[in-house]
């Protein structure tokens, strides 16, 4: 199709203009000289963003959520890894099932999930804390990875697992010599995405953590008193920058050596 | 012994298959069919006081919720919420994706990212954001106000439902986008060219041919948004007020405050089944839709 | 020499519903060059792979040199493979990728080199050590993967239609290569292929499979000039195929009464049963001749052509023949579309020629 369609063009940059603009304000209000978010701007400042420094807890809260993202995304990659090989590879009975099985924390809100490990979790007797959200994030994260990892899997050369066991290589030495180098990019996208869904993660961690916050928990807790607004615009700035980087670099590697853009994220339903 | 090992595990495939995803279904059995199946069992039971829980089975918990009337008004006012989200979102976001899908030659995939990348930043930020623009000292009004427009603040704007669906549909477009796309990526072009050269006009094409084709990412996108706004809590938490309350709200306050795990328990199952039903029900009309149009 | 090197002993191979490889026993000398040959589904690619460790057999046994493999995962069996799209690995260059295989087998440094170096000259690939599998082109990767193969000195080399994906010059130059090598370092080939002119031109041995059976194993002059049923007879080359019955029989002779044309005395290589109307008769196009005037042949007939074909090397014609109520297949070196005034002429063939078959 040789035809440009202008009215189309223009609304899919209003669009645009409508996902990105709220997502900007946060870091233009950061820097605003004032404490409360209204044009006109007051002035730049950069004293918001040292005040963010300052907060003992939202290092400790930081840290916490570090924690539990690399925790939660090397379990669940590592999960999704080994069942992606499974869908991709071979032909077995159940093979819906078990899919539809895997994908089942996707398609369940959230809160229903975070409600039910609450009360398993308590009533066997365990504390509240980054260990149940941990959890809780491995799960949520499992189908997603999963996802991910199919994606890159399903266009893999199978033959050259065979090849390498037929040269003398048993299951283990083929994994680490052969499947592991070809599936590196795609596992750490996987890894990567999965470390932020865990880092933004709210609900779970609002249920299961109990006094130790995560990230988003203490910017919850921020973010009902006014006065301290700005330090927490500060930070969701800090954060938006640093997930967008990540992000991009994450699909950057899932499409080496793929050569034609794939569909990603092809949610099969 | 290992040669009779070897023997059954190279002689099934299906042995292959189950010991690589036996990690995966087990998380999934111990992380949230068991958990799921207690607190089904615990919406049978009753809180007698803030310690003690009466574990006789009972279906009360079921009649209580819906003799509340707060209650199935929450309920139905999710369901409303969800509905309307979904539908705006579908029908805002798929000129994009019809934009993306036909018009776009080069670099597809990097403007799929760049509008799916607002998707990666922090929800709760971005509900808050939302916080900032809608309220009454927030960038709509202020600048308006500034701008001589308003005398007062529009007040609807913030806790309200209506805060409560702008937000979700910023917060869901991504999803809806890529089902979508690759849905539409799928149609072949030559059919549109079909029609066109039939005589049907640009609509009519469109009506006819375009969108039942793209029917199944429609109802992948219409799923994959439903289910989890049904259930959020964060966006009528922080600007829903008393008129955009969501049932998940209520099921927190079960939990926390009021302490009546029972009847959060009893809640969140019926939450569950309604979205269970729900999405049988779409997928069944889609299904005989699709049969007739095509 | 073994000639029991291989050992195939009633091995099959089921899928759900589908016997891939039915009841299948045969041997594979020692040093042979030994072909599965057959149209796609027949199960020779199976049979390839239980040889190799890919699949697991239903039932029966595999031998290599007396020793029973057929519960040795792949990585332990005295066989390795050439696969059918190469399947180099695409993160190791050329030598990298020859030299896989030999880290299990204890070797030092030394003897690494020179066995790489050594099977590098083999294959004509000195100089491509530094390339990655997307720097060469179809025919060299194939080179690697043999390479890659061979470097470990199997006891069996199992190829898998590795010349499929050549253009045709280049499969010829390799089908006369692949023989020569193998005759010269004696390892024991079996090779799987559809194409019946690569199996016949490069093998000491046939099996032409169909069905998860095999349906003849012979040497390939055998296949072609007596085949033993109805399906190696059309699969192996061209075929016409003639109604026949049979009359009376005469120790290894047979009187058949062929369509429209007579009863004649038949050569009964597979001892078929006398006054049977189950058979049918065989006769190869190349074995046919076309001629203007009468031949003094078995049987000559009044022919009109109906259609050729011209391929260069030879003519084919389609012709209705006196007698024979369908058209009939005639390939000449001799004559082309153009040697026949009125599409009239005459067709001879000789009894020797004709192969009585069951018809199964």
Redesign the interface.
């Known amino acids: ?1 040789n ?3 202008s009215t ?2 223009i ?2 940059l209003l ?2 203009g ?3 603009v ?2 900007l ?2 870091p233009i ?1 950061s820097f605003n000289d004032a404490n ?5 701007l007051a002035g730049f400042t950069t004293e918001h963003y040292e005040e963010m420094w300052s907060k003992r807890n939202l290092h400790k809260a930081l840290w916490a959520s570090i924690k539990v993202g690399v925790v939660a995304s090397v379990v669940s990659t ?3 890894l ?2 992606a ?2 869908f991709a ?5 159940g ?1 819906k099932i ?1 899919y539809g ?2 994908m ?2 996707f ?7 975070a ?6 979790w308590v ?1 066997l007797g365990f504390k509240l804390g980054l260990v149940p959200v941990t ?2 994030h ?2 949520f994260c ?1 189908p997603f990875a ?1 996802l991910i990892l199919l994606a890159r899997i399903e266009g893999f050369d199978f033959s050259l697992e065979e090849a390498s066991r037929d040269l003398g290589e048993n299951a283990w030495g083929t994994f680490f010599r052969v499947s592991f180098p070809l599936y590196l990019p795609g596992i750490v996208a996987a890894l990567l ?1 999965s470390f ?1 869904i865990s ?2 993660e ?2 779970l961690a ?2 299961l953590t109990g006094s130790d916050a995560t990230l ?1 928990m203490y ?2 807790g921020q ?1 009902r008193f006014v006065q301290k607004l700005p330090h ?1 615009l500060a930070l ?1 700035a800090v ?2 920058v640093f ?2 980087f990540i ?2 670099f994450a ?1 950057w590697l899932r ?1 080496i050596g793929q050569g034609k ?1 794939k ?5 099969k ?1 | 012994m290992i ?1 009779f090992w ?2 059954i595990y ?2 099934y ?2 042995v ?3 010991t ?2 036996s ?3 087990i ?2 059995i111990l ?2 069919a ?3 199946a ?2 089904l069992s ?1 919406s049978m039971f009753t809180q007698v006081s803030m310690m003690e829980i009466d574990y006789t089975f009972t279906f009360q918990r079921y009649i209580d919720f819906f003799q509340k009337n707060l209650l199935v008004t929450l309920l139905i006012k999710s369901i409303k919420i969800s509905f309307l989200v979904t539908l705006i979102t579908l029908i ?2 798929y ?2 994706c ?3 899908t ?2 776009v030659k080069k670099n ?2 990097l403007w ?4 799916t ?2 998707f ?7 509900v ?6 809608l ?1 009454t ?3 709509i ?3 308006l106000i ?1 701008a001589g427009i308003l005398s007062e603040p529009l007040t609807f704007l913030m806790y309200s439902e209506t805060a409560v669906v702008i937000t979700l549909t ?1 917060a869901w ?2 999803f809806a986008l ?2 979508l ?2 849905s539409l ?1 799928k149609i072949d ?1 030559s059919l549109i060219e079909a029609g066109r050269d039939l005589g049907l006009s640009r609509f009519e094409v469109f009506w006819k041919i375009t969108f039942p084709l793209s029917l199944p990412g429609v ?2 996108a219409i ?2 948004i439903f ?2 706004t ?5 966006t009528p938490a ?1 600007l829903g007020g008393i008129d955009g309350r969501m049932l ?1 709200n209520m ?2 306050a079960y ?1 926390g405050k009021i302490n009546n ?1 029972p009847m ?2 009893a809640s ?1 199952t019926i ?2 089944t309604t ?1 269970v039903l729900i ?1 049988i029900i779409v997928s069944n009309v889609t299904k005989r839709l699709t049969q007739r149009l095509t | 020499m073994n000639n029991s090197f291989i050992q195939i002993n009633n091995i099959s191979k089921h899928f759900a519903d589908v016997k891939a490889v039915d009841d299948v026993s045969f041997e594979i000398k020692e040093g042979e060059f030994f072909s599965l040959l057959g149209p796609s589904g027949c199960g020779k690619t199976t049979l390839l792979r239980l040889l190799a460790g890919f699949e ?1 057999p239903t039932s029966g046994n595999l031998l290599i040199d007396g020793t029973d493999i057929t ?1 040795l ?1 792949p990585d332990k069996r005295p066989t390795n493979m050439v696969f059918q799209n190469y399947a180099i690995f695409p993160h190791l260059n050329v030598e990298k990728n020859i030299q896989f295989g030999l880290r299990k087998l204890g070797l030092s440094n030394n003897e690494i080199d020179k066995r790489v170096k050594d099977v590098l000259l083999l294959v004509k690939l000195e100089g491509y050590e530094e390339r990655f599998s997307n720097q060469l082109s179809g025919g060299q990767r194939q080179r690697v993967a043999l390479a890659r193969a061979l470097v470990r000195q199997p006891k069996v080399l199992l190829l898998d239609e590795p010349l499929g994906a050549l253009d045709k010059k280049l499969r010829d130059e390799m089908q006369l290569e692949l023989r020569t090598l193998q005759k010269n370092i004696g390892i024991t080939f079996v090779f799987v292929t559809h194409d019946q002119q690569e199996a016949i031109s490069m093998s000491d041995r046939v099996a032409v499979m169909n069905d998860g059976k095999i349906q003849q194993l012979s040497v390939p002059n055998e296949l072609y000039k007596n085949p033993e049923n109805i399906f190696v007879s059309d699969f192996i080359g061209e075929t016409n195929f003639l109604k026949a019955e049979t009359k009376s029989s005469h120790g290894e002779f047979i009187n058949v009464l062929i369509e429209g044309l007579g009863e004649f005395k038949i050569k009964n290589n597979l001892n078929i049963i006398a006054n049977s109307s189950d058979v049918v008769c065989s006769v190869r196009p190349e074995s046919m001749m076309i001629s203007k005037e009468k031949s003094d042949w078995d049987i000559c007939l009044d022919a009109k052509i109906c259609q050729t074909s011209y391929l260069g090397e030879m003519t084919r014609f389609y012709v209705e023949a006196k007698g024979i109520d369908k058209i009939i297949t005639v390939s000449s070196q001799h004559f082309d579309n153009k040697s026949f005034h009125n599409n009239e002429c005459f067709v001879s063939m000789s009894l020797e020629d004709i192969s009585l078959l069951n018809k199964k």
């Open positions: 199709m035809e440009k369609n189309l063009l609304y899919t669009y645009f409508f996902l990105y709220p997502v304000f946060l209000f409360y978010m209204s044009f006109p590592t999960i999704a080994f069942a090989k499974a590879r071979y032909k077995f009975r093979k078990s099985a895997i089942m924390p398609l369940i809100p959230e809160i229903i999930l409600v039910a490990i609450l009360v398993i009533n959890i809780g491995t799960l499992t999963m995405l932020i880092f933004d709210f609900i609002f249920f988003p910017m919850w973010m927490v969701g954060i938006i997930t967008t992000v991009l699909f499409n853009a569909k990603d994220i092809a949610i339903l | 040669v070897r023997k190279a002689k495939d299906n292959k298959a189950y690589l995803l990690p995966a279904l998380l999934i992380a949230m068991v958990p799921m207690l607190m615990f805002t976001a000129p994009v019809y934009y993306i036909f018009y597809k995939m799929l990212v760049l509008l990348l607002p990666w930043t922090s929800y709760l930020l971005r808050f954001s939302w916080k900032i623009i309220g000292k927030g960038v009004n202020s600048s500034n910023h477009a991504a890529l089902p796309y690759v990526e072009f109802i992948g799923l994959i289910i989890p049904v259930g959020d809590y964060v922080l998940s099921i927190q939990f795990i959060g328990a969140a939450m569950l979205v999405t | 697991y519960a995962p």
